[in-house]
């Protein structure tokens, strides 16, 4: 058998900051003359993070690690924590609407996020610190009317239509809410205000926010006539070729302490702390039961059917009886036995499994 290998050229110590990262296959699109612009001036640059979770996640680190090059090249990186429009949720890559979340949700997910950041990017540097902004500061104060007159008129339905992650979604069977339409239009705006507030002068992400930068190139080039720049590159994707998220299913977060690969590896469930649970598996489909039911006991079979990880109770004793049911991690060994409060950790959560990977959380209220 003959192999091929491809030779991969030296790295060159004088390669400009867009050379480079197409030398890391960390570039798959770029604005024409981004590349005179970033060897002839201090660029200020922005990158965007979805507080969807308290925690960034491995498809995140690609995209911190291009703001860190970014900002080791003399450049001045900004990290937008979207605390506005983590509100809403971006459709780029979603085959589905996302989970709204509450204002206190946010909050608490943005602050999880910033403490991570600090970590890769200098807010110290002299000449060229990064900084972090919260999109709340401007979203949260324009009012509806004001934003669709002053906005939302560049934008016309058919431009927006185009951007492909709408046209996929209305080519699906769920559809796009007009929450998850409005989010380009919201993106933008948040360019506008980065370039009149900071001279921000470039956006760069993931390759499917290209739709959501080049609205925010037009927005500025309408309102402005300046001409502003975009940067994307190739996404993390599963194995299935799916975006690799933190709404996806097998999220690898970046959380210090690692206590998520500890929830799943590192012993007994009945051990976890309920909030890292919940994290770990907040993909996972899930149930509620009242806790007067549970007190009382319920039959492990009916669990299973309630749970939706059988369809009756009969194919729920033969996973008992084969081994294939469990309880936090615990094998059921008695399709006769019972589920009770005392199988609750700390009585708020109890975590169903049926064979090594099928999950279903049941919430005790």
Not at 103 to 119: H, M, Y
Not at 161 to 187: A, D, H, M, N, P
Not at 298 to 311: D, R, S
Request: net charge neutral; aromatic share 6%.
């Amino acid at each position: 058998m003959l192999l091929s290998i491809r030779a991969v050229p030296d790295y060159d110590p004088r390669m400009g900051l867009l050379e480079e990262l197409q030398w890391r296959g960390m570039l798959s699109a770029s604005t024409e003359g981004l590349g005179e612009l970033l060897d002839r001036e201090r660029v200020t640059a922005y990158i965007g993070f979805d507080p969807t979770a308290a925690s960034l996640h491995v498809g995140s680190l690609l995209t911190v690690m291009g703001l860190a090059r970014l900002q080791r090249f003399g450049h001045v990186p900004i990290a937008i924590v979207g605390g506005g429009t983590g509100m809403i949720g971006d459709p780029s890559g979603k085959s589905q609407e996302r989970v709204l979340l509450s204002a206190d949700q946010v909050e608490a997910n943005v602050a999880g996020i910033r403490g991570q950041l600090s970590r890769f990017l200098d807010f110290e540097a002299i000449e060229n610190p990064a900084r972090i902004v919260n999109n709340a500061d401007w979203l949260g104060t324009i009012d509806v009317l004001s934003f669709l007159r002053d906005i939302g008129k560049h934008f016309t339905v058919n431009y927006m239509l185009q951007k492909e992650s709408v046209s996929r979604r209305l080519g699906s069977e769920e559809g796009i809410s007009y929450t998850e339409f409005s989010y380009l239009v919201l993106q933008a705006y948040d360019f506008l205000q980065l370039f009149d507030r900071y001279g921000c002068l470039l956006q760069m992400g993931g390759s499917d926010q290209w739709g959501n930068i080049t609205a925010g190139i037009d927005l500025i080039r309408k309102l402005r006539a300046k001409k502003a720049h975009g940067l994307v590159w190739p996404l993390m994707t599963t194995a299935s070729g799916a975006k690799f998220g933190k709404t996806e299913a097998g999220t690898v977060w970046l959380d210090p302490g690692q206590r998520a690969s500890a929830v799943l590896f590192g012993g007994r469930l009945s051990d976890a702390r309920v909030e890292d649970i919940l994290l770990v598996f907040e993909d996972a489909p899930s149930v509620t039961i009242d806790a007067a039911a549970l007190s009382a006991g319920i039959a492990n079979t009916e669990m299973a059917v309630a749970a939706g990880l059988a369809a009756s109770k009969g194919e729920a004793a033969r996973l008992i009886k084969q081994g294939g049911l469990y309880i936090n991690d615990r094998r059921l060994v008695d399709d006769r036995g019972r589920v009770t409060m005392e199988d609750a950790i700390d009585r708020a959560v109890i975590v169903l499994r049926k064979g090594q990977r099928e999950r279903r959380i049941v919430k005790i209220v």
